[in-house]
């Protein structure tokens, strides 16, 4: 192999496995990198005005097209803006390889400006963290995140690249990345024990997580489900895993206070737990919800999820989809699952919430290309009233509680699916903390649509403390001045400062031409829609 500069390897690396796009914001000690870059016509950078943002449209790009997407940082200044962010793609598993320059290891002991231990910062955020010291070893490290990275579990990488290793010579030979399958099912031995542990039960539940999204196994928890006649729920639970217009499919659980889901779960005597663990909340239940006698089956990819907080009778690591398709053959369950019936809309009148006008109005005017990227958060059932998920991968719900997902992931899903509809869907509070990802929608014409559900306040803060007061036997009260968004932001002047049109809907009578002048729009495009 010719030697040339380690950027250039870098670059041919990437190239190899098609991690042609960049998403970041620049910075000096990765100057040398970005002008390579600039002069390869094969690589495309898109300039995010803040590291949040690269990383949210990264994650939305990755989401949207189930592969690995690449994220350039700003040394330790710029992790550190990101760090937030990472941490709600370790979450959800998102496949983000994350680089991001130094000034050099020559420098080590310098103690200089921005000098950090960027490995530390990353490894609580990631689920591997790396630093290339020689330059023989650029490409060899490189594989390995993007190995990693893709291998499932997934989940974020970071790889920190000084400059000068970037700029000695470099002979690795490039070769495209090996990424493992772990498309494994258990031996006979432990699928019987599965089997007899759900056969015959008589109020079985059955509870499900992204991990039967990243393996395409809908169609399998579908047959499951009906042969055992048992209601689904999903736990961490981000992507479409099954069909929600389902006669089964009960909703959401997981998020916040663990006596919801132990609610669910107290009375049944067989739980199937796939692709997710139990319980994600925010302030879980510390003893097992699960009823006395009943069993448990828990089949996921990440051994470390499996029981990680409760015992199980039957852990099986294993892939979803195989592992599900042989429970169900096993079961007796035929061989496709049932036709969903016919699913009715729910009425609308005039005093139904002005977020269900909008969604009845969305609905009217898309298809089955119609792409969600969905931070409503207390606005969501509203939203998704008149559109229920159905289609696999057109569906993005946010993850791992930090805000700010809703316009940039919006933007990665466009970019990587350009012909379809994409409208990502946020709250006043969480657009805030990235709204200049507008921007970037604007430089580089990504004709995504972006919906804030304005009601001025951090409501789902309102119904959490009322939650803890109840609880914790308080009176309710006046609630913290802090959770009050006054006074107004002007989205619309904000959108239109950064090159993006948009407008206001406050009346129902708005809703039907706003949406049909969104969707019509040649570009980026924001509607501020007056929910309180």
């Known amino acids: 192999m010719t030697e040339r500069q380690g950027k250039h390897a870098l670059l041919e690396q990437l190239r190899a496995d098609g991690l042609t796009t960049m998403f970041g914001n620049p910075g000096t000690v990765e100057q040398g990198l970005l002008d390579a870059i600039e002069q390869d016509s094969d690589f495309d950078y898109v300039l995010a005005l803040q590291e949040t943002v690269a990383i949210g449209i990264a994650d939305g790009y990755a989401r949207a097209t189930a592969g690995p997407a690449l994220v350039q940082l700003h ?34 002991a310098m103690d200089s400006q921005m000098a950090v231990d960027l490995v530390a910062m990353a490894k609580p955020v990631t689920k591997h963290a790396t630093r290339v010291t020689h330059p023989d070893s ?98 961490d639970n981000s992507e479409l895993n099954m069909d929600n217009r389902h006669p089964l499919y009960r909703g959401q659980l997981g998020h916040m206070f663990g006596s919801v889901s132990g609610r669910v779960v107290a009375d049944a005597d067989a739980v199937l737990v796939v692709g997710t663990y139990t319980f994600p909340e925010v302030f879980p239940a510390l003893e097992s919800p699960f009823g006395e006698g009943a069993r448990v089956v828990h089949v996921d990819l990440d051994d470390y999820e499996i029981a990680k907080n409760f015992p199980v009778d039957v852990a099986l690591v294993a892939d979803p989809k195989a592992t599900l398709a042989a429970l169900a ?129 951090y409501q789902l803060l309102d119904l959490n403390i009322e939650q803890y007061w109840r609880d914790s036997g308080v009176p309710s009260r006046r609630h913290p001045d802090g959770f009050d968004l006054r006074p107004d932001i002007s989205f619309v002047d904000l959108a239109r400062g950064m090159g993006v049109e948009a407008l206001r809907v406050e009346e129902p009578a708005q809703v039907e031409p706003s949406v049909r002048k969104m969707l019509d729009h040649d570009g980026p495009f924001l509607i501020d829609l007056q929910t309180d």
């Open 75 to 108: 040394t330790g200044v710029g992790l550190g803006n990101g760090i937030g962010m990472l941490y709600q793609a370790m979450r959800g598993h998102s496949p983000l390889v994350v680089i991001a320059g130094e000034a050099g290891v020559r420098y080590d």
């Open 138 to 235: 650029v490409l060899r490290v490189l594989r390995r995140a993007v190995k990693t990275a893709m291998t499932e579990p997934r989940g974020p990488v970071f790889v920190a690249l000084p400059m000068d290793v970037l700029d000695a010579l470099n002979a690795e030979p490039v070769a495209p990345s090996t990424i493992p399958s772990r498309a494994v099912r258990p031996v006979p031995g432990e699928l019987d024990r599965a089997v007899a542990a759900l056969r015959g039960a008589r109020n079985p539940v059955v509870l499900m997580g992204d991990g039967v999204a990243v393996s395409g196994a809908q169609r399998e928890l579908a047959r499951v489900a009906e042969v055992l006649n048992a209601p689904v729920w999903g736990l």
């Open 329 to 457: 053959d096993a079961l007796g369950a035929p061989a496709e699952p049932a036709p969903v019936p016919p699913w009715t809309p729910p009425a609308l009148t005039a005093d139904s919430p002005l977020v269900e006008h909008f969604s009845a109005a969305l609905a009217a005017h898309t298809d089955e290309d119609l792409v969600l990227f969905d931070e409503a958060l207390t606005a969501s059932a509203g939203l998704l009233s008149h559109l229920p998920p159905h289609v696999p991968g057109n569906y993005f719900l946010t993850r791992g509680g930090s805000l700010g997902i809703g316009i940039p992931g919006a933007i990665g899903a466009k970019m990587a699916r350009p012909d379809a509809t994409v409208v990502g869907v946020t709250g006043d509070g969480g657009s805030m903390y990235t709204i200049q990802a507008l921007w970037t929608a604007a430089r580089h014409g990504v004709a995504a649509k972006f919906v804030i559900c304005n009601n001025h306040r």
